[in-house]
Structure formats: structure tokens, C-alpha cells
């Protein structure tokens, strides 16, 4: 698809990867809608429309759809990206804490595409759904924002195969670690439970990695050259190790072999 003349939207435009691929979108010749829980509180660049989202509950999302007229717009490219993190050990998390991260990363993602999904196939769009490595290396401690984004990406491959005949296109977008306040966003919970200095590995293992990662740009860069290029599918972006040689590896390993490897490499 030719960016130049689209419309495009973009959750969670306000900073990190959404925030690049809209300014990547907009400097393409997209006209760019781009969405944060509090617009009026951050200076938007040009080119990049403001709307208000929280992706927190169902029914605030189809609110914001339609007091917003965004069916309206009619939309090429749509881009959920919104999302945030929560740290914590499972056995003793508040669940809803586990809840308002699916309702928001899962749910609440999964109903802006129900209500956007009709006029993509009208226009034969394109829809992007940004999930995350987690989905091949789910991160410990990190269990519901694991879970939302492998169904995200389940999800995402039904989406793929239900509209392909439509036209409409379809991309499963799996970041590795991207620098961003991703990290500095993460809702974290310390566990009451001793052998902490396990949990504090862990942690220090994400944030090593996160500060040595590639910038949000080249994410938006590369989506938007799979754009240009009609792909569909799996994409996975990041370091050569994270996006190529790690997925690779791991396929052609048995999956106890990789289990054995995340443990040695997150608590040792
Ligand atoms: N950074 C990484 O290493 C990495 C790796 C894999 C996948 N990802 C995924 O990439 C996406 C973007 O993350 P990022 O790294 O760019 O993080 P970020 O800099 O913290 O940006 C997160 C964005 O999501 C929005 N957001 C957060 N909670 C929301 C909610 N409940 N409703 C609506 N919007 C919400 C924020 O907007 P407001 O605060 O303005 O509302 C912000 O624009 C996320 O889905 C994340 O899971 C990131």
C-alpha cells in the first residue's frame, strides 16, 4: 500500500513506538490521527491529529469511537499500539491489576478492531496489532502481560486468515526491546515473598537490555517499509538477535532446551 494519501490511526501515539510510527506515517504523506488517555497534555507535532482513547474498558472505547465520529474518518492504516507493562510475581499480584492490563492490552484492543475492522475491509486497509517478543519469550514475572499479548497475537493470525480473501491486510507485530518509557511506565509490585533477590534479577536483566536497544524509530521504520511492501503476517523488529537468530534458533530447539536457557539467563 502507498502511505502517501492515507488516513491513518495510531493508539498510544503520545510517546515510544507509537509515537515514531505516527511521525513515520505523517512524514510518509499519511494524514495521522494519534491517541493518549490525556491529549490535551502533550504538544502534538504536525501533521498528527489528537484523539482522546483510554483503552481501559470496552464501553469507553466504543464512546470514544463514536463521539469522536473515528468510523467517520475512514481509515487506511490502523495501528494498535497503546499498551504498558505490569511486574510482579503472579502468586501473590492483585488480580486486578492482572485484569486491568487485559482489559486494556487484550479486551480493550480486540474491541477498537471490532469497531474498525468493517470499514478496513471496505477500503482493503491495513491493520497492525503490536504484540510484543514476549509472545516467543514470555518474560518472568510478567505473566498477564504475557498472556495478553500471545492472544493478541492469536488473535491477530485469525484476523489474517478470516479477511485475507477481502483484500484487507494484516500484520502481527512483535517488537523486541525498544528504548522507551516502556519500562519507566511499568506498573511494578514488589512480592512479600523471600528469595526476592530472584525478582530483582530479573528486573536488572530487562532494564540492561531496554537501555541497550535499538530507538522507536527503526520499529516505525520497519513497519512502514512492510506496509509499503503489502506484507502480512508475523514481523518481528529489534536487534538482529532478538527479531532473526533468537526466533530462528529457538525453532529448530526443543522447547525444554530454550526453557532451560531463559532460566540460566534470567537467574543467574
Ligand atoms: N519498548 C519495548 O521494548 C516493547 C517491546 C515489545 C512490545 N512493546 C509494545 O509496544 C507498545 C508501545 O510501547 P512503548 O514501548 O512505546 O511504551 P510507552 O513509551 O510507555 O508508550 C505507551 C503508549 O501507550 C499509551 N497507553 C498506555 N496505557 C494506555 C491505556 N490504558 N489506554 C490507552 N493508551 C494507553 C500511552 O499513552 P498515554 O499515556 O498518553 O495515554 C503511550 O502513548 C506497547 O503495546 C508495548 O507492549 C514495547
Redesign the pocket.
Known amino acids: 500500500m502507498e502511505i502517501k494519501g492515507t488516513k491513518a490511526l495510531v493508539?498510544?501515539?503520545?510517546?515510544?513506538?507509537?509515537?515514531a510510527i505516527a511521525e513515520r506515517l505523517a512524514s510518509g504523506g499519511s494524514q495521522v490521527w494519534g491517541?493518549?488517555?490525556?491529549p490535551r497534555a502533550?504538544e502534538w507535532p504536525e501533521g498528527i491529529t489528537p484523539l482522546e482513547?483510554?483503552?481501559?474498558s470496552a464501553e469507553s472505547i466504543e464512546t470514544a469511537w463514536n463521539s469522536q465520529s473515528m468510523d467517520a474518518l475512514k481509515f487506511d492504516i490502523v495501528v494498535n499500539?497503546?499498551?504498558?507493562?505490569f511486574f510482579g510475581r503472579f502468586s501473590n499480584a492483585e488480580f486486578d491489576d492482572i485484569e486491568a492490563l487485559l482489559d486494556?492490552?487484550l479486551i480493550?484492543t480486540m474491541k477498537l478492531c471490532r469497531l474498525a475492522v468493517p470499514g478496513l475491509i471496505e477500503r482493503r486497509g491495513y491493520l497492525v496489532n503490536?504484540?510484543?517478543?514476549?509472545t516467543d519469550f514470555p518474560v518472568p514475572f510478567m505473566s498477564a502481560?504475557n498472556a495478553a499479548?500471545a492472544g493478541l497475537s492469536g488473535f491477530t493470525e485469525s484476523v489474517v486468515i478470516e479477511t485475507s480473501a477481502s483484500g484487507m491486510k494484516t500484520i502481527d507485530f512483535?517488537?523486541?526491546?525498544?528504548?522507551?518509557?516502556?519500562n519507566s511506565?511499568m506498573i511494578r509490585k514488589n512480592s512479600k515473598i523471600p528469595n526476592e533477590g530472584c525478582m530483582d534479577r530479573v528486573w536488572k536483566r530487562i532494564e540492561e537490555r531496554?537501555s541497550k536497544?535499538p530507538a522507536?524509530e527503526v520499529a516505525a521504520d520497519k513497519l512502514a517499509r512492510c506496509i509499503s511492501k503489502d506484507r502480512t503476517g508475523t514481523i518481528r523488529t529489534g536487534t538482529f538477535f532478538q527479531s532473526k537468530l533468537a526466533p530462528l534458533l529457538a525453532r529448530l530447539t526443543p522447547n525444554s532446551l530454550v526453557r532451560s536457557g531463559n532460566l540460566a539467563y534470567y537467574t543467574k
Not at 493508539?11 to 509515537?19: F, L, P, Q, V
Request: a positive charge; aromatic letters at 6%.
Open positions: 493508539t498510544g501515539a503520545s510517546s515510544g513506538i507509537g509515537k491517541t493518549s488517555r490525556n502533550i482513547l483510554d483503552l481501559g499500539n497503546a499498551g504498558f507493562g486494556a492490552l480493550g503490536v504484540s510484543s517478543m514476549a502481560y499479548k512483535r517488537p523486541g526491546d525498544i528504548c522507551t518509557a516502556f511506565n531496554i536497544s522507536p
